[in-house]
């Protein structure tokens, strides 16, 4: 569980990362998950890797969105099952909870970086793959697109990860329940239905389409953008009164920023908006 021999340099449209691929283009980041073999599973490398990408994200202000998405018609089958699940088996409780810990710092990243992410989710999308596609702010999905936490699958808990935490506020607690006592399948159609997914696409343009959303994204005022991602995830845990009072805060910071000024601006000259980010 080593760090890898990688560090994320920035900026990251020069970065080569060992564990996944990375684009940059239009301000877009896209994160393919490229272990198509073997349904892009993650290995201890690939998490940390995966980890300090993000992490690099909210460092990187050419980067205003991100995609994340796998190779080969698969989003991803989850931790490895060689690579992760057998050298487990063998681990001590110190290492065990170093693992554990590791694996929710990449959910920690995800949530903490800055820019928005969609997650462009195509055949199997189980594990920790299926937790990947809910840390993302917006899911795409192909018809056939199937997503599993399959914790309780291998006798464990569905305490993985965030996703009790996170999975219900998304589909609702008696349905996240569902899933995570069972380790059943979600198809598509439940997925959109619940609210997991925003819209199914064929397979020809889910990435296409969720790179779109995400330069949609991109083009628009970052800063707030930033701050709305921020508020959905303090305001979890705030009463109704305390977030009206956080976001009367951070509205007056939009206020304070160029890009408000440009939009009103534009408004009164009837043209569309440029956003600079500032």
Same mark, same amino acid.
């Given at each position: 569980?080593?760090?890898?021999?990688?560090?994320?340099?920035?900026?990251?449209?020069?970065?080569?990362?060992?564990?996944?691929?990375?684009?940059?283009?239009?301000?877009?980041?896209?994160?393919?998950?490229?272990?198509?073999?073997?349904?892009?599973?993650?290995?201890?490398?690939?998490?940390?890797?995966?980890?300090?990408?993000?992490?690099?994200?909210?460092?990187?202000?050419?980067?205003?969105?991100?995609?994340?998405?796998?190779?080969?018609?698969?989003?991803?089958?989850?931790?490895?099952?060689?690579?992760?699940?057998?050298?487990?088996?063998?681990?001590?409780?110190?290492?065990?909870?170093?693992?554990?810990?590791?694996?929710?710092?990449?959910?920690?990243?995800?949530?903490?970086?800055?820019?928005?992410?969609?997650?462009?989710?195509?055949?199997?999308?189980?594990?920790?793959?299926?937790? =990947? #596609?809910? *840390?993302?702010? /917006?899911?795409? @999905?192909?018809?056939?697109?199937?997503?599993?936490?399959?914790? %309780? $699958? &291998?006798?464990?808990?569905?305490?993985?990860?965030?996703?009790?935490?996170?999975?219900?506020?998304?589909?609702?607690?008696?349905?996240?329940?569902?899933?995570?006592?069972?380790?059943?399948?979600?198809?598509?159609?439940?997925?959109?239905?619940?609210?997991?997914?925003?819209?199914?696409?064929?397979?020809?343009?889910?990435?296409?389409?969720?790179?779109?959303?995400?330069?949609?994204?991109?083009?628009?005022?970052?800063?707030?953008?930033?701050?709305?991602?921020?508020?959905?995830?303090?305001?979890?845990?705030?009463?109704?009164?305390?977030?009206?009072?956080?976001?009367? =805060? #951070?509205? *007056?910071?939009? /206020?304070?920023? @160029?890009?408000?000024?440009?939009?009103?601006?534009?408004?009164? %000259? $009837? &043209?569309?908006?440029?956003?600079?980010?500032?």
């Amino acid at each position: 569980m080593s760090r890898p021999a990688n560090p994320v340099t920035l900026p990251l449209a020069d970065y080569t990362p060992k564990h996944f691929l990375l684009a940059v283009v239009d301000h877009v980041a896209t994160v393919t998950l490229n272990r198509p073999e073997r349904k892009n599973p993650l290995t201890f490398e690939s998490y940390r890797e995966l980890t300090d990408f993000f992490r690099a994200c909210a460092f990187d202000e050419e980067v205003k969105a991100i995609v994340v998405t796998g190779a080969g018609g698969n989003f991803s089958s989850g931790g490895d099952v060689f690579e992760i699940i057998g050298p487990l088996v063998k681990m001590d409780t110190k290492g065990l909870t170093a693992f554990t810990r590791m694996t929710g710092d990449l959910v920690k990243a995800m949530r903490a970086c800055p820019q928005p992410i969609v997650a462009a989710v195509e055949g199997i999308c189980a594990g920790a793959g299926a937790i =990947v #596609a809910m *840390a993302s702010d /917006m899911r795409l @999905a192909t018809g056939g697109a199937k997503v599993a936490f399959l914790f %309780n $699958k &291998v006798g464990l808990a569905g305490c993985d990860m965030g996703a009790c935490a996170i999975l219900p506020r998304i589909i609702g607690q008696s349905r996240a329940s569902e899933l995570l006592y069972t380790g059943r399948f979600m198809t598509a159609e439940e997925g959109e239905r619940w609210g997991f997914f925003s819209r199914i696409v064929t397979p020809d343009q889910v990435l296409p389409q969720a790179q779109l959303l995400a330069k949609q994204v991109a083009e628009g005022p970052n800063f707030a953008n930033t701050m709305t991602k921020r508020m959905l995830a303090m305001e979890w845990a705030m009463s109704i009164e305390e977030a009206i009072e956080a976001e009367a =805060v #951070a509205q *007056a910071l939009c /206020m304070t920023t @160029a890009d408000f000024e440009r939009a009103f601006e534009a408004f009164a %000259n $009837k &043209v569309k908006p440029v956003f600079q980010g500032n």
